[in-house]
């Protein structure tokens, strides 16, 4: 029988090392650690070794598809297939940054969701029958989907939208940043927010695309660890790293046959809609 195998995205710090360290003590198979920066993601292994856990490592950069291409080969030269996938490489910039929104829209899109996109075409085709995806989002896609126009909204929540569809709204709101008009246009005013609604959405079609694949029980959700004690939120939130991976680690390890939840945007452990209160009935 092949050896299982689980994939955190952006691991070596914050929520994503305490995913790896998570399921190094609960999942049965290897577990890797990836990183953009090698030097990085080997000193987050060792740290985990000094715990004595035992992820292995390798090099991956979302935005990279030379790096995705690479990463895809030596999966499934190894292992042959993916049981696990969490996408929780993300970045944000902070709330007092000066960088013109223009840049920050583009360039936290880049990552949060066209990253997302492309680990996601590029693995899917190595899901195993049972395979678990976890999309990391946040509950600022829920503030920012408030924050928008009836009639974006009204896209965004269209349960038949597609992949393409939901690009096009992406790349629509960066246009729209770049020539200051995105408020004007219907969008929220934070790039983060308006990334992460894209990585939510995002996790619905990508569920509902595989749960008409021949490969049994394939189940995406998307989550939002809550605010979190990491560098991104400049060390404010009251959980700590391993709390806000609890929520992560439980979708990734979901029992065969389960059905709910699936598809869904989930908070502690908890199936929430992340588009109440929106102005759509």
Known sequence: MSTKVAVVTGSNKGIGYAIVRGLCRQF??????????????????QSLNDEGLFPKYHQLDITDQTSIERFKDFIKG?????????????????????APFEEQAEITLKTNYFGTVAISDVLFPLLRPHARVVNVSSLACNFSITKCSPEVQ??????????????????????AAKTGDHEKEGYSNSAYG?????????????????????????????????????????HKGPKTID???????????????????????????????????????
């Open 28 to 45: 049965k198979g290897d577990v890797f650690l990836t990183s953009r920066n090698e030097e990085l993601g080997k000193k987050a292994i």
């Open 78 to 98: 190894t292992y042959g297939g993916l049981d696990i996938l969490i996408n929780n490489a993300g970045i944000a910039y902070k709330q007092a940054s000066t």
């Open 194 to 234: 308006m990334s992460k609604v894209g990585v939510t959405v995002l996790s619905q079609i990508q569920h509902r695309e595989l749960s008409v694949d021949p490969r049994e029980n394939i189940i995406v959700n998307a989550c939002t660890p809550g605010y979190v004690d990491t560098d991104m939120t400049s």
């Open 243 to 281: 709390e806000g991976a609890d929520t992560p680690i439980y979708l990734a390890l979901l029992p065969e046959g389960t059905t709910s939840p699936a598809g869904e945007f989930v908070a502690d452990r908890k199936v929430k809609s992340w588009s109440e209160n929106t102005q759509i009935s």
């Open 154 to 175: 009204a896209k965004f929540l269209n349960n038949a939208i597609t992949k393409q569809e939901l690009t096009d709204l992406m790349n629509d709101f960066i246009q």
